[in-house]
């Protein structure tokens, strides 16, 4: 018997463990993208020039010092004070949305995969992987592919309006 991550290596564990990566990366990588996208508003906002808004960009917005949290709160300083109209006809929630997504990334980044045989079994009968949420007590997460999906989804729905106002920014961007 061949062990892996833990349980027995059969083709129904490979399967669950390449599923939980897959649902993993579609999660981070929606939320990479959607932070990525933050980081391009606020750069156009402070830089009228291109190259330097991508600086900006290279520079501030991707070192290690920003987190996403101070990202989100400049973000939300700008919205409330330059983009009222967007705040009231757009997504009068999206700070609710951000708060829920960055949850979601951390739950799938951060949280151990279930290995135990009910987590196998849920996952054969149900297609839903549960991650381990260790802190004080220990808490599933579970998620099937259609909830990934839905956030995904939602995500890529947050993002549109924003590119609306980055659009704006480059339309209004002497050259």
Do not use: W
């Amino acid at each position: 018997m061949r062990v892996i991550g833990f349980v027995e290596e059969n083709p129904e564990n490979k399967k669950y463990m390449l599923d939980a990566a897959t649902l993993r990366g579609h999660i981070i990588n929606g939320m990479t993208y959607l932070e990525r996208t933050i980081d391009t508003f606020i750069s156009c906002h402070f830089c009228s020039d291109i190259i330097k808004a991508d600086e900006l960009i290279k520079c501030v917005f991707s070192s290690k010092y920003i987190t996403f949290e101070s990202k989100r709160s400049i973000f939300k300083n700008l919205l409330e004070t330059h983009h009222k109209e967007y705040k009231k006809n757009n997504i009068d929630n999206i700070h609710a949305d951000l708060d829920k997504f960055n949850e979601h990334r951390n739950n799938v980044a951060h949280f151990l995969l279930d290995l135990k045989p009910e987590a196998l079994e849920r996952y054969k009968n149900k297609k839903e992987i549960t991650f381990l949420k260790f802190q004080n007590s220990l808490e599933n997460k579970i998620y099937s592919f259609q909830t990934a999906i839905d956030i995904h989804n939602q995500m890529a729905a947050c993002i549109k309006p924003i590119f609306d106002i980055i659009k704006v920014y480059k339309k209004t961007t002497p050259t």
